[in-house]
């Protein structure tokens, strides 16, 4: 059976995709996998050995279309369920199934505050989305192939952070999702170990607030002598922007835990198998879109009434306090 699975984006949304491909490729090894994502997110992919083909969208649909034609397809499995999946998959022709998205549930809860979401992970519903072909999970959690060339060798770290260091993920598609400079400069100061801040080119700002505020460089040599007595540890590696996402997965990888809002970088932590504290603004666990398979910590505000304001996010807070991640307590012990 030749088969194409459609999940166009975006990081974390795709790697939640990876044990439909893996359950398919190892209960029917001789099943053709294809897999359609946009071309920005071809990374995530390219060395998973579970797809047999890994197809790129540059926002041309059209000319895809007529190449998958003559791929004759016997099924489509449309992961995505928008516009344009059902364009393509009614020019295919083929059968096909398609994931629930469950947009009224979300609705209900974004708006009314009505909870009828179904109490499962959302890989849970992406696997229910092929039991009619007979793929059962194998529960063996997400999927995440780093290239040998993007391992970060530990030398290329300051020598405290060579001796083991905590991943702290600073970055967020949306706002309402992400601390503010001084919740994350509070996190890393309890956290009281080196630190490792990833994130993009966009997180740099931030990071360099953090970065500033733990240098010791210039401090004289007694406030250096109190920082030893107050048993203060924090020490920060800025790598916002300095990495590519395959080389923060070698870095998540290598740490000791990570710390990360609900973001890709929580997902890729999750298909490594590291401990995870997760941290929640505006949106909620209750999306099934927490850490899969993995030990992880909530942290969240469940004393307020307006979460979640959205199912994605917004540039800023709708009401003006921001308390979702103004006020959220962070409770944890790191051996």
């Known amino acids: 059976m030749k088969i194409l ?20 490729k190892t209960q029917y090894p001789d099943h053709e996998i294809h897999f359609l994502t946009k071309k920005e997110y071809g990374s995530i992919l390219v060395d998973n050995p ?14 895809l279309s007529i190449q998958f034609k003559r791929e004759k397809f016997d099924l489509v499995i449309d992961l995505h369920k928008n516009l344009r999946t ?14 629930d998205k469950i947009n009224l549930q979300k609705w209900l809860m974004v708006n009314l505050k009505i909870n009828k979401m179904p109490n499962i992970h959302i890989v849970e519903r992406y696997l229910k ?40 993920s600073i970055g967020g598609q949306h706002h309402t999702k992400k601390l503010p400079a001084n919740r994350l400069i ?4 309890k956290i009281n170990k080196p630190v490792v801040l990833l994130g993009g ?53 290598q740490s000791k835990c990570l710390f990360t809002h609900d ?30 398979k993995t030990k992880f910590t909530i942290f969240e ?19 003006g306090h921001f308390k979702c991640m103004n006020e959220v307590k962070f409770d944890f012990y790191i051996p």
């Open 5 to 24: 699975i459609l999940r166009f984006s975006s990081i974390g949304d795709i790697i939640l995709t990876t044990p439909v491909v893996r359950c398919i």
């Open 50 to 63: 579970f797809i047999d083909h890994l197809h790129l969208l540059d926002n041309n649909l059209s000319d």
């Open 86 to 99: 059902r364009i393509l998959k009614s020019k295919l022709g083929c059968k096909s199934v398609a994931f």
């Open 129 to 168: 989305t092929v039991e009619s072909i007979g793929v059962k999970p194998d529960q063996l959690g997400l999927d995440f192939f780093i290239p040998e060339k993007d391992e970060v060798p530990l030398n290329w770290l300051p020598k405290p952070h060579q001796e083991g260091y905590v991943a702290v």
């Open 186 to 189: 509070e996190l890393c100061d």
């Open 201 to 253: 080119k966009e997180d740099a700002p931030v990071a360099e607030e953090i970065s500033a505020f733990f240098n010791r460089d210039n401090l004289s040599s007694t406030d250096k002598e109190n920082f030893k007595k107050l048993n203060k540890k924090t020490l920060i590696f800025n790598g916002c922007g300095k990495f590519n996402l395959n080389q923060s997965a070698s870095l998540i990888r």
């Open 263 to 292: 973001t890709g970088l929580m997902h890729i932590g999750a298909a490594l198998k590291k401990e995870i504290f997760s941290i929640w603004g505006n949106t909620i666990p209750e999306f099934g879109m927490y850490p899969y």
């Open 301 to 319: 505000n469940k004393e307020l009434g307006c979460r979640p304001c959205s199912k994605i996010g917004y540039n800023k807070c709708p009401k």
